[in-house]
């Protein structure tokens, strides 16, 4: 931009940035015309607004530069106008009621501090123009545009408590975010022959080989080459993109992997993430391969997360969440810290609902990393400061110096302190928090929103307080003081995986909201509604078209996954069952005419056919609940009919299915084996 436009044009551009002007046509204009140019010159024909709307995946509606002139000519244009809003067909996006037949139209907005892209596809290369996405009346109908208003937000609070310490030259308070991205590569050949994974992304039947983990080794070698080449070619990809990706393969799970992208502002980290689960799709396609972003698409095998790494960062370069070198840093530095303690134990039920998915619901409180219950590990440093400030019982370990603030120097904290825990679901890790519920299909927007309200309400707080006082280090002390006495519950540094855990959780009080459908609820409670309302990050009406879109996602994902599974069962276990139950009939009865034991022939064929039988029941009870829950009018009722019925349903016929699986002969069975999946790659 500095090189394509007038010093003045790239200043004016660099304001609205900063917020502290409007976007004018005329800047935009000369923006736009030099977009072009340098798209053109880079082969693009198109141009696109590019959208998040609450499907979770992107959308885009590509135009050409092309227009006719009055002579019968054609030129190649793109307007400021054009660059700043265009009109999509709205109409088949949901919107949970909030865009009304009569005004289907939704507006997408130039977001001016993402960065425009080229990509480039088969109909040859576009120009992407990251965009937010509006109703007629300005409601929010994506993922965006809550996203923008919470940064603002926080913005708005940080800086005001930044003043309030004597801070005079931070202009703006913007938070960061660098994703970890987790995912699981599958042979397109295997995953072509399963119906569950092609439709819904997880195997709905399939057990783990026994000695799973250890055919790890077995088949490394030629995993290694064909992963590299598929990684290679990722990086590549990215980096053509402007996204610094960092792909590794360390993951638990065989076949499954790890990318990291280098932190950004949490709006340019949000749009990189997505086009970082696309590009991964699109270029494993390429390997013959196919990238699954599912949260468990294995049951027995650990899942994927994305670990969302946070922090508030200032225009001047400072990380709030990062130790000073002085006194008064320090104090500021557990000013914040104290801030999204306190944030994460007040809302931590709305966190949790930012977490949830169909997926995640596999994962999260089910023997996974991590579980149910939001806590936060801050580390034995850290938290023994945090002890001594508040006067608690500072640990015998470091002694029993004196800690104050504006007065000591911390101790250095170091940097890997929480690799020690990996079970945390909100662990500091030394100049920025990790929070490490977040679902890997979905988009980062959701729980980057509530993370910033949520601690942009608790900095209006302290703002509030240390406006008022006069000695700002004794203000901070006693907040800090009074924030450990009341949110020290959320603290924990053991297991989580430990049934101890939940039990000592309940006792502290901390919620533990098991499935998406109970957490989906927290979205419309008065808590939440006052919460974004107060920082106009969502209307009720906002709230409540989004309660509405999530609960409908859900039980569509659900009927798929149950609709699948019967029809799996129907169609192609229970026939290839049956034919194996032949054989060994027959060959039972050929070796006992022949006067030899059959015993074992029908002893098998007696447990084949008894889970034959035990699969057609529930398969039939399983259809049954569908159309029962499928019935219901109230989504919220829909939701739970489908959690808590057709969900557990879906267990029983699974367990008879898997069962059958370790009986049924290998070349009877209908479709690809986990040890297929998960090892032949
Ligand atoms: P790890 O040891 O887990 O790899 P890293 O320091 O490499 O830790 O960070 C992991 C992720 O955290 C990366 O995406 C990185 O860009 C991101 N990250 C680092 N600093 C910040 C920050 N200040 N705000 C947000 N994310 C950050
Ligand atoms: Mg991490």
Redesign the pocket.
Known sequence: MRERVPKSIYKSVKQVQAGEAELSLEVAEVVANAMKDWAIEKGATHYTHWFQPLTGLTAEKHDSFISPTPEGRVIMEFSGKELIQGEPDASSFPSGGLRATFEARGYTAWDTTSPAFLKEDNTGVTLYIPTAFISYHGEALDKKVPLLRSMEAINRQTIRVLRALGNETSKRAIT?????QEYFLVDAEYFNRRPDLMLTGRTVFGSMPAKGQEMDDHYFGSIKERVADFMRELNFELWKLGISAKTQHNEVAPSQFEL????NSSNV?TDTNQLVMETMKKVASRHKLVCLLHEKPYAGVNGSGK?N???I?TDDGQ?L??PGDNPQDNAQFMLFVAATIKAVDKYAKILRMAASNAGNDHRLGANEAPPAIISIFLGDQLQNILEKLAGGSPSERNGGEKIELGVSTLPKLP??IT?RNRTSPFAF????F?FRMVPSSESIAGPNVVLNTAVAEVLAEFADELEKGEDKIAVIQKLVKKTWKDHKRVIFNGNGYSDEWIAEAEKRGLPNIKTTVEAIAELISPESVALFEKHKVFTREELESRYEVYLEKYCMQLNIEASIMVQMSNLQIFPAATAYAKVLADSAAAIKNAGGDASAQAEVLKKISTEIRGLKSRTDELEKEIETAKGGSDPFEMGKAFRFRVFEKMQEVRSHGDALETMVARNYWPFPTYEDLLFRL
């Open positions: 960061t975010v660098g994703p970890e990291a992208t280098i932190f980290a670990h790494n946070w922090s960062g990380n969440l990062e940097k890997d690799d890790t030394g100049n920025k990790e």
